[in-house]
């Protein structure tokens, strides 16, 4: 330790210092007991006690709440059972607040994060990334993710995920699809994939699409069919090594999923049902491609279908059969003989 106030010193050491850190729990608590016994020392303020309860991921200013240290012994204030979470927590509170203590500040190798989030039928879930960006996925998406010093990368499987990117950090972050590539700063964007082709839609901020997943420049042109910028409230759809062109569209509609809403408008019965099947348990079925095709209006919860059941059978023009093995939808008696192509 005393090799990291030599002169030149450089981040060779810092790294091995930090890696010696990593090692044992008993090597933390060593290096705290020698920091402590240095009175100028700020690490001596610490209390142990409340240092131990820091979670792992809080920031500097958190050790400003912190009483001066009262004499408690280390072996004392640990117990066996909280060697592990100590650990890791010193270890990253150090890591984290390397310029408040004795130490020059110690700046560890960003390691490639590697990881695989996915959801079930009927799922859906919300995950924080290491760089602060949130990823919601919808039922039934797959996506890696893999974060390197260069680049935040996201492999987009199957399925549909919203991205809301971290601002401040100076990696590009990249989606891949359906072999195009999406890249995005400080922005708000869904992909999905679907019917062998995928959507990209920009809530907010700026997003490039390129057809070619390993394209990286900025079109000069926005016509070119190999890469597509968006404003908010755009869409591009991707499609065997082309983007189409921007369009706008309404949010309010496309984003209903992240709520848990299918908001209808003028939407075929058949699109309705097709939202309808991606969490429930029981499936709908449409009897005929006339009634699939009829285009509908309102809001549903999508994880309630009788929702969407009342509001049919208030039409009078669908029934509905119950089976065991789900709903089937057909036209009324009624209705049948003559054409009707949107309920109100």
Known sequence: ??????????????????????ASPLHVEAYLVVAMATPESPAAQWSLSQARALPVAESASALTTLTPFNGESPSRVWGAGRWRRWSAGAVAVLGATAAALWLRPVQA???PLGQHLMTRHGESRRSTLADGSIVQLQTETSLQVSYTAAERLIKLESGRAFFKVAKGDHRRFRVVADGASVVATG?????????????????EGHVVVYADATASVEPANSDMAAARSLRAGQQVEIRQGWVSPPADVDLRVLEAWRT????AD?????DVVREFNRYGVQPL???????????ISGVFNARDPNTLISFLRATEQVQVLRATDGLTLQRSVETRGHRTDELP
């Open 285 to 295: 079925r449409i009897a005929d491609r006339r009634l699939a095709d009829m285009q």
């Open 1 to 22: 330790m005393a090799r990291l106030h030599e002169n030149g010193a450089g981040a060779e050491i810092e790294q091995q210092f930090m890696t010696w850190l990593q």
């Open 260 to 263: 848990g809403e299918v908001i």
């Open 109 to 111: 190798p960003l390691e």
């Open 266 to 270: 003028r939407m075929p019965l058949g």
């Open 187 to 203: 922005t708000e964007f869904d992909v999905n994939l679907e019917d062998h082709r995928g959507v990209v839609t920009l809530v």
